[in-house]
């Protein structure tokens, strides 16, 4: 099965509310994650990163947090805005067998709706 | 230049044609991708790419056909397709092997149809 993993397919929130968008993961010995926001018609987007020796990190209105313990990952925005609509992908680093470049294995996506 | 240029944007094809999808980036990155994206569904890797080396095939069938030119230039050739390989096909690249925090940068894609 996939070794990412997301709660809900669906999120609505209201405008200038705040939004919280969570991740599962199962490979404990992943120590590097991304957040993607993927707009229509658009190749994903970075939003913000993580290493597994933090558990937090902030960026301008996003914070993402990680729980190594519950293997657990969430993508925090603050202020929703119209523009934050978007399906929003967690990946984690892929490590692969004899070094060179590795690849990124994507969380199944929540589609994030803003209602004015 | 941050970008990840793909082409063509979008491409009909039948089961017997022969096409290439194009990818360039001109951010002196290494290592470079190519994921496939079926509706709703997350991107899955297909091949990586490092300094201009295949490094990772994910078990992906021999009618896709990667090639690295050069380190700004990825091609992906197509041959004898079926309709399930409709999908959108991303590029990627990366200045370096990822877990040394270097980002991912992805292209807008290519919406692939096979008839």
């Known amino acids: 099965g996939e070794s990412v993993g997301l709660h809900l397919p669906t999120l609505s929130v209201q405008e200038g509310d705040n939004s919280i968008i969570n991740c599962a993961y199962s490979n404990s010995a992943s120590d590097y994650f991304i957040w993607y926001k993927q707009e229509s018609g658009k190749g994903p987007q970075f939003i913000i990163d993580?290493?597994?020796?933090?558990d937090k990190r902030q960026g301008q209105r996003v914070t993402v947090l990680l729980n190594k313990t519950v293997k657990h990952l969430s993508l925090q925005i603050a202020a929703t805005q119209p523009g934050d609509s978007a399906v929003y992908f967690c990946?984690?680093?892929?490590?692969?067998?004899?070094?060179?470049?590795?690849?990124?294995?994507f969380g199944k996506g929540t589609h994030l709706i803003i209602q004015p | 230049d941050t970008e990840v240029t793909q082409t063509p944007k979008h491409l009909v094809m039948g089961m017997t044609n022969k096409k290439s999808l194009k990818c360039e980036q001109h951010m002196g990155h290494r290592a470079m991708y190519w994921y496939k994206q079926k509706a709703k569904k997350p991107p899955e890797l297909m091949f990586v790419?490092?300094?201009?080396?295949?490094?990772i095939n994910e078990s992906v069938p021999s009618r896709f056909s990667p090639e690295c030119p050069n380190s700004s230039l990825l091609n992906l050739h197509l041959h004898a397709l079926q309709p399930e390989d409709s999908a959108l096909y991303l590029c990627?690249?990366?200045?370096?092997?990822?877990?040394?925090?270097?980002?991912?940068?992805f292209g807008s894609g290519t919406q692939l149809s096979v008839l």
């Open positions: 790419y490092s300094y201009e080396k295949l490094s």
């Open positions: 990946a984690e680093n892929h490590s692969y067998s004899g070094g060179g470049a590795d690849g990124l294995t």
């Open positions: 990627a690249s990366s200045s370096g092997v990822l877990r040394s925090n270097e980002k991912l940068f």
């Open positions: 993580i290493r597994s020796n933090m």
